[in-house]
């Protein structure tokens, strides 16, 4: 089961990601878009990350829909309404449970990733953030860990695309050879998701090992 706090590390390993990359997607988006994909988003998940440590949502509903009523009030251009939707909407799905399964964090994915296209008006094919959200929430029918791959996938198949929506369908032809930088920072989006089960896959692991130790502890010391 996954709680609020998973979804806040989430949001902070998602943040921490874009820091580490924002320089990369911004020069993605020069040949292609206005030069500040990087810049508008590292600004956008700061503040998700510092408006949930001032609120502290108890839901992972919660979580996501800050974390996207965020993103649209602090991220300029289309991307802050695009990774506004997916997360409102994701958490939309969630509800008020204060803790939700695997499944559900899926079913919620495939909800938001709905909206974005509808809200975009766009496809997989047409060089968009889709491009790797589309495949990488298919993944998670596997893991998260192939969803992550997928995404990566989907957005290196961007490079030869050429754009049919958004500000890099304005260039046409010249969008071709170019990494869509939306796609990609989605990529980070469920990399740092599938980071973040690891760690806590781990933990879990380790508190099981540590509770298997203290059993055969108690049994030797009986026995004896």
């Known amino acids: 089961m996954r709680d609020a706090e998973f979804f806040r590390r989430w949001m902070a390993a998602a943040a921490a990601a874009v820091e580490r990359e924002a320089d990369r997607l911004t020069e993605l988006d020069s040949p ?28 992972p509903g919660a979580v996501l829909q800050l974390a996207g009523r965020t993103l649209i009030s602090t ?5 802050g309404p695009l990774y506004g939707t997916l997360l409102r909407r994701a ?13 559900q964090v ?12 509808k809200l975009g008006g766009a496809a997989p094919g047409d060089k968009t953030m889709l491009d790797s959200l589309v495949p990488g929430v298919s993944g998670l029918a596997t893991s998260y860990r192939a969803a992550a791959e997928a995404a990566e996938n989907g957005a290196l198949a961007t ?48 508190a099981s090992d540590v509770a298997d130790a203290s059993d055969a502890s108690g049994v030797t010391e009986e026995e004896s």
Do not use: C, W
């Open 159 to 206: 490079v030869p695309m050429q754009a049919r929506k958004g500000r890099a369908s304005y260039l046409g032809e010249r969008s071709i050879g170019h990494q869509d930088p939306g796609a990609t920072s989605s990529a980070l989006l469920l990399a740092a998701l599938a980071d973040v089960v690891d760690a806590a896959d781990v933990d879990v692991a380790d």
């Open 75 to 79: 991220v300029g251009g289309a991307s």
């Open 32 to 59: 292609i878009g206005d030069a500040d994909h990087g810049s508008n988003l590292l600004r956008g998940f700061t503040a998700v990350v510092r408006e949930q440590e001032a609120e502290r949502p108890e839901q």
């Open 91 to 103: 958490g939309k799905e969630l509800g008020t449970a204060a803790e939700v399964t695997d499944e």
């Open 106 to 117: 899926r079913e919620a994915l495939y909800a938001g990733v709905g909206a974005v296209a």
